[in-house]
């Protein structure tokens, strides 16, 4: 019981790292980046050829994270920026197509084969802790993802750049008419969410293996978190991926043939109570 | 958005299926095969064109009713051996009930939405059927029986009379939803994909009409996929991925969005050339997403405007 519900708060901090991206993004900017997925797994190779190539998992997080900003970065510039004043429809559907752009090129550069990432030395082993014994590693990774949860918190709260980033996701155009660059918010808005879904990759390295094609299932489930979390919120893609990743993980231990549609049914019940989701960011228009 | 409602369509229909019925008669073993997927392909972009085209509801999980459709047949037929006409039947149903499911959760929510559920939903059904133990798991399952016409002296088993026979339901999909679009009801769709604030302000039940769109979309593409469980006899998690919705978006975008012939010449042409790059290259994918991107950003107003607004832009640069 203690074990799954620490795997739960595991997948759940996973899920939080991709999913705030996309949430937030979602807030200001009224799209979905369908291919934040594939940022992910562009996160986890890197990460692992890193590794392969130095043998130390922390270059491999710094090279994952710093590879995912990058793309995400020039794939707003060069592409969705243009998009922005059209519709959020077509941006969403140019997203898609980009998925299996990212899934060939992976497999292209990366080959078919499914693979694991080492995990650091540092965290290796088990640790006892309320009375059984769990990786450390997976400790780590609850502990990294409440370390950004806590300072994704205070940076949105505290800071003159949150409080711009909050304005933004309440009322665009009025935070713009304030002299406000909010093209320059939204960029990097983007560019963190996307560096924070590379880190999440190479974080989930070691747990889940790497291949092409990991991308389709965390993005559906990140997918699931923004809904039923209320997109632009922080908090909602927190409470989202903790109810996401409990019911997720419960239902393959207690119900594994129906896990599937449990996860379904926590979201058409969720969007039937509150069509807005659980925790919506800030007045809507 | 525009009702194909010129008397135009009918010869352009004829011309259609007399091309294929041409094709069926000069075309070898390799090329029946080729002429049945690309009839499953059309009936499933015809299903689709009608969410797309009509309502404005841009589905990325249309595949997910196409193989539910598909492993009611293999089930209905194969595990409880049901005569395969009324497993076929049962299948349709299937469909029918599974889209009311997640259309009940989808029509709610409105454009990027719509788009992200339809997208969780299907990768959750295809998730599902990779886990099952029933029909097989990853490896899918064999044996799903085809429909039975020797009464009236046809062997399907034949590839020409199945090519033949795919063919048949096509038309009579597109005869079908030909009515459905002129009717009122199409009409009301139309209404709602131009102005859904101003058909509501009209009394006009907006859900409902979106609701029975999604049902009537996804019973097609589960008649689609008891066919093409038929065609290779076996089932498996790959008649629900995601790549094949969005194949099917790219036939629906490139046919026009509402256009039914539209959609049907293109899903000929989608087969006709997914074939010559797979033939080239192990990564046609690349492509096919090269394609998708490059389609979405040329298109207009709508996604369905994708290939007036090519021809747009070209004729630009080549006028003065």
């Given at each position: 019981m203690v074990i799954q519900l620490l795997n739960g708060m595991q997948l759940a901090m996973l899920l939080f790292l991709l999913s705030v991206g996309l949430s937030v993004v979602f807030g200001l900017m009224r799209f979905v980046n369908l291919a934040h997925g594939t940022l992910f797994m562009l996160g986890a190779f890197v990460g692992l050829s890193t590794v392969e190539a130095t043998g130390s998992f922390w270059w491999a997080l710094v090279a994952g994270t710093l590879a995912s900003a990058i793309v995400g970065g020039l794939l707003y510039l060069g592409l969705l920026r243009r998009l922005q004043a059209e519709s959020p429809l077509k941006q969403v559907l140019v997203t898609f197509g980009l998925i299996f752009i990212g899934l060939e090129a992976a497999r292209i550069i990366w080959g078919d084969y499914a693979e694991r990432l080492p995990g650091p030395a540092l965290l290796a082993g088990s640790t006892a802790l309320f009375g059984v014994v769990y990786p450390t590693y997976r400790l780590f990774v609850i502990g990294l993802g409440l370390a950004v949860a806590a300072m994704?918190?205070?940076?949105?709260e505290r800071t003159r750049v949150g409080a711009i980033i909050r304005a933004g996701v309440d009322d665009r155009t009025m935070t713009a008419a304030l002299g406000i660059d909010i093209g320059r918010v939204f960029f990097v808005v983007f560019v963190l969410g996307c560096a924070l879904a590379g880190l999440a990759g190479v974080v989930a390295g070691p747990v889940l293996s790497v291949y092409a094609g990991m991308?389709?299932?965390v993005l559906v489930l990140s997918l699931v978190v923004v809904v039923i979390g209320g997109p632009g919120s922080l908090k909602g893609a927190f409470v989202g991926a903790i109810l996401v990743g409990m019911v997720e993980t419960f239902g393959q231990v207690w119900l594994p043939?129906?896990?599937g549609m449990l996860l379904y049914g926590l979201m058409a019940a969720v969007l039937a109570l509150r069509p807005q989701g659980l925790l919506p960011a800030g007045p809507r228009p | 958005m525009t009702p194909p409602a010129s008397g135009t369509r009918h010869v352009v229909a004829v011309l259609l299926a007399a091309a294929a019925g041409g094709y069926w008669l000069a075309s070898g073993y390799y090329g029946k095969e080729l002429l049945a997927e690309t009839a499953i392909t059309a009936i499933l972009a015809m299903s689709l064109s009608l969410l797309v085209g009509q309502a404005g509801l841009v589905s990325l999980g249309h595949a997910a009713f196409f193989g539910i459709g598909a492993y009611a047949l293999a089930g209905f037929g194969a595990r409880l051996g049901w005569p395969p006409a009324?497993?076929?039947a049962a299948a349709v149903a299937t469909g029918a009930v599974a889209a009311l499911l997640v259309g009940l959760v989808a029509v709610r929510l409105a454009g990027v939405f719509f788009i992200m559920i339809t997208l969780a939903a299907g990768e959750m059904a295809h998730a599902w059927f990779l886990k099952d133990r029933l029909f097989g798991g990853v490896g899918g399952m064999a044996g799903v029986p085809r429909l039975d016409?020797?009464?009236?002296?046809?062997?399907?088993?034949?590839?020409a009379s199945f090519a033949l026979l795919a063919l048949g339901v096509a038309i009579l999909v597109y005869l079908l939803l030909d009515r459905l679009v002129l009717s009122p009801f199409g009409q009301t769709l139309r209404a709602i994909h131009q102005n859904e604030e101003r058909a509501r302000a009209l009394g006009c039940p907006v859900g409902r009409y979106k609701l029975a769109a999604f049902v009537v979309a996804g019973a097609v593409a589960a008649l689609a996929g008891t066919l093409a469980a038929q065609r290779s006899?076996?089932?498996s998690p790959e008649l629900l991925t995601w790549t094949l919705s969005g194949e099917v978006l790219i036939v629906v975008i490139v046919g026009g969005g509402a256009s039914l012939l539209g959609v049907s010449a293109a899903a000929a042409l989608w087969i006709g050339l997914r074939h010559q790059l797979s033939t080239l290259t192990d990564h046609w994918m690349l492509a096919m997403g090269a394609i998708f991107?490059?389609?979405?950003?040329?298109?207009?107003?709508?996604?369905?405007?994708?290939?007036?607004g090519l021809w747009?832009?070209?004729a630009q640069r080549r006028g003065p």
């Open positions: 994704l918190y205070f940076g949105l991308d389709m299932g043939e129906v896990a | 009324l497993a076929m016409l020797s009464a009236i002296g046809i062997d399907t088993g034949d590839p006899a076996f089932v991107v490059v389609l979405v950003l040329v298109a207009g107003d709508g996604i369905d405007g994708a290939v007036r747009r832009r070209l």
